[in-house]
T-cell receptor, first 111, second 110 residues
Framework: RKEVEQDPGPFNVPEGATVAFNCTYSNSASQSFFWYRQDCRKEPKLLMSVYSSGNEDGRFTAQLNRASQYISLLIRDSKLSDSATYLCVVWADNYGQNFVFGPGTRLSVLP | NAGVTQTPKFQVLKTGQSMTLQCAQDMNHEYMSWYRQDPGMGLRLIHYSVGAGITDQGEVPNGYNVSRSTTEDFPLRLLSAAPSQTSVYFC?????????FGPGTRLTVL
């Protein structure tokens, strides 16, 4: 089983739609969780951290369920500019190999 | 601040050639890492460093060497390039669990 798994995608949605991505992780000692966004042929960039109580940033909402080892990202009112690959990232204090990236889920928002 | 910079942006090598990918950061981050990204696959960790003078292997270290003589610089050396090393290489530095990536180097090995 991979350490971090994500919905395989791709997701093709119309503008204005709501879309949700799921991510599961296997290391129960994981401590921090993030969503990164990667545009085509560009470097990944932090979208948002994921807190235990859940958090929201504009149209984006992230949720964490430690018991189920599950993270989600909800995007409301999708924009064309949201088209990208979304990477789930998990951090554990393993001294060194802290970060584990999921394979990513590609989103295409269609006009 | 320039953030994380990488050079070159593009490189074509012949099998057996060696080269060094440069990475520098001006944020005074202790943790730096190198990843490769291949089509359809996630980022895979090659080597990482938790501070100057300290490096360690990641998931896919074979064929690569690193050194960390200063906090700012973390070069990645390909010893004898192979077609399997054709990939996009990202360098990153980290602080408080957040990673900042360079723009990447696209490497093709013929």
């Amino acid at each position: 089983r991979k350490e971090v798994e994500q919905d395989p995608g791709p997701f093709n949605v119309p503008e204005g739609a709501t879309v949700a991505f799921n991510c599961t992780y296997s290391n129960s000692a994981s401590q921090s969780f993030f969503w990164y966004r990667q545009d085509c042929r560009k470097e990944p960039k932090l979208l948002m951290s994921v807190y235990s109580s859940g958090n929201e940033d504009g149209r984006f909402t992230a949720q964490l369920n430690r018991a189920s080892q599950y993270i989600s990202l909800l995007i409301r009112d999708s924009k064309l500019s949201d088209s990208a690959t979304y990477l789930c990232v998990v951090w554990a204090d393993n001294y060194g190999q802290n970060f584990v990236f999921g394979p990513g889920t590609r989103l295409s928002v269609l006009p | 601040n320039a953030g994380v910079t990488q050079t070159p942006k593009f490189q074509v090598l012949k099998t057996g050639q060696s080269m060094t990918l440069q990475c520098a950061q001006d944020m005074n981050h202790e943790y730096m890492s190198w990843y490769r990204q291949d089509p359809g696959m996630g980022l895979r960790l090659i080597h990482y460093s938790v501070g100057a003078g300290i490096t360690d292997q990641g998931e896919v270290p074979n064929g690569y060497n690193v050194s960390r003589s200063t906090t700012e610089d973390f070069p990645l050396r390909l010893l004898s390039a192979a077609p399997s090393q054709t990939s996009v290489y990202f360098c990153a530095s980290s602080y408080s669990g957040v990673q900042f990536f360079g723009p990447g180097t696209r490497l093709t090995v013929l």
